[in-house]
Each structure stands twice: as C-alpha cells, then as structure tokens.
C-alpha cells in the first residue's frame, strides 16, 4: 500500500515559505561579479590574466570597494584566485570542470527526487506545481533566463522536499561556492519554445511520480531533464569558447549513480 503524503511541519511550512520569496534584489558587486564571471565563462577573459582593481574599476564605471567585493564573490566561485602580494588572478576553465558540477548537481538532485517520491510532503507537492505552472506560462515568452531561474526553484523544491538537510545544503554550496551560478549569467538553454515546452513537460513528468509515488520514474524523469540541460550548455559554451568538445567523454551517463554519490561523500569530508 502506498505511504500517505507527510504532513508537513512547521520547519517544513518556514522552508516552503522561504522558497516563495522574490529574489533578493542584487548589489553592486553581485553584478559586477554576474558580469565579469561572464566574461571568465565565455572566454572573453583569459586564464592566467590578472585582474587590476583599478582598471575593472574605470571600465564598470564603479569605485574600487565594489570591484574588491565582486572579486571576492568570484574566488568563493573558484573562478579568481587570490595571490598574496600579487592581486587577483583567473583561474583555468575547462569544459570537463563544467560538465564535473553538472554530474554532481544531476546525481543530488535526482537522489532528492527518489526520496520525496518515496514519502511526500503535501507542502512541496503544491509548491513544485506552482513552479510547473510557472514554467509553463514561460514557454511562449523569449526570456531563457527567466526560465532557467524558475527551473532552478523546481530543483530546489524538490531538494527541500526530499526532507534530506545534507542534501539541500550540498546543492547549496554547490550553487554559492562553484561556478554554477555564473554560468548561468549568459544564456545557455531554453533558448527556443520547443526547448522550454520539452523541458516543462519533463519536469512535469517528474511531478506527476512523485505524486504517484513512483521513485525510479522520478529519478528517470529529472535525469533526462538535467543531462539534456548538461549538453546543450556545454555546446553553448564549446562555442562560446572556441573550444571543441566531446560530449560523450565528458558525461558520467555510464557511471552508476551509486559511484558518482560516493565521490560526493568523499569530497564533501574532504573540503
């Protein structure tokens, strides 16, 4: 017989509420690092080259307290390195790192959607089918970038209902610590309508698993959703780049998911 849905707690409903929220409206040096991240991303700015405070200051039209805090936010992303007695420097990109946080993100988030397929939380259920609505109301608008960011709300809905804290905090540091909210910055999917409807039916077909308590087909669904999302980003960025680019040797796709969480548990105890 299948497990009735988890009433929610009240930690529950602050996290649910949470998740609600508008987006905090960004400061100066968000957007400075937003804008210079995407330059490192794209290419524009190469490894090795070194970031003057002064020179970013006159070319972004800002003081140099806002171009010291956004090179900070950026070293946090491990875009810049930090020498001492020698400023800040880029850091080296490749494409592999990239599909790495992909990988990483895609096997967190569809053991989160296995485990709230297994028990779920009435709150979270509602919620992910606000963000299906959402998206769907985002297909016919040319705005990838809206679509990425309500995308990226579903995701998170799912970690927060899967109830597994380690797991929502893993995505979280995954996200202000990595280069992932970045990469973002220039738009590297959902480009077209036909991608945008693909992706909203799909992230539909994992809700409706987790409603009918189906973990594999849950895990299945969003898999397929995010190893899509993985390949047209790295595309997008191959080009960006000039680089070329194998998608196959830069997939886990035939590694088991067992493998890849165990390579999170360990770099998780070793950081």
């Known amino acids: 017989m299948a497990a009735p849905l988890r009433k929610p707690s009240t930690d529950d409903r602050a996290r649910d509420r949470e998740g609600e929220r508008s987006f905090a409206p960004r400061t100066l040096p968000d957007q400075v690092a937003e804008e210079l991240g995407a330059e490192i991303v794209s290419g524009r700015r190469k490894a090795g080259e070194r970031l003057v405070e002064l020179d970013l200051a006159r070319d972004f039209g800002v003081s140099r307290g806002p171009i010291r805090e956004a090179i900070r936010i950026l070293e946090r992303r491990r875009l810049v390195e930090l020498r001492p007695r020698r400023g800040a420097y880029i850091k080296p990109l490749s494409l592999k790192s990239v599909a790495d946080l992909f990988n990483v993100r895609t096997a967190l988030s569809t053991l989160a959607a296995r485990t709230m397929a297994t028990a ?95 973990p594999n087909a849950a895990a299945t669904h969003l898999a397929q959703l995010l190893e899509g999302d993985r390949d047209r980003a790295l595309t997008t960025l191959s080009r960006l780049r000039g680089e070329t680019l194998d998608l196959y040797a830069l997939s886990d796709d035939d590694e088991p998911s067992s493998s890849v969480a165990s390579k999170i548990v360990l770099s998780s105890l070793r950081a």
């Open 120 to 214: 779920p939380i009435e709150s979270y259920i509602d919620t992910l089918a606000r963000r299906c609505d959402e998206m769907n109301a985002l297909i016919e608008v040319d705005d990838p970038l809206a679509f990425a960011r309500t995308m990226t709300r579903a995701v998170k809905t799912i970690a927060r209902g899967s109830g597994n804290e380690l797991l929502v905090e893993l995505l979280t540091d995954l996200a202000n610590h990595t280069v992932w909210t970045t990469i973002w910055k220039t738009p590297l999917d959902y480009q077209t309508r036909d991608l945008r409807h693909m992706s909203a039916s799909m992230i539909a077909s994992t809700l409706k698993a987790i409603r009918q308590r189906k």
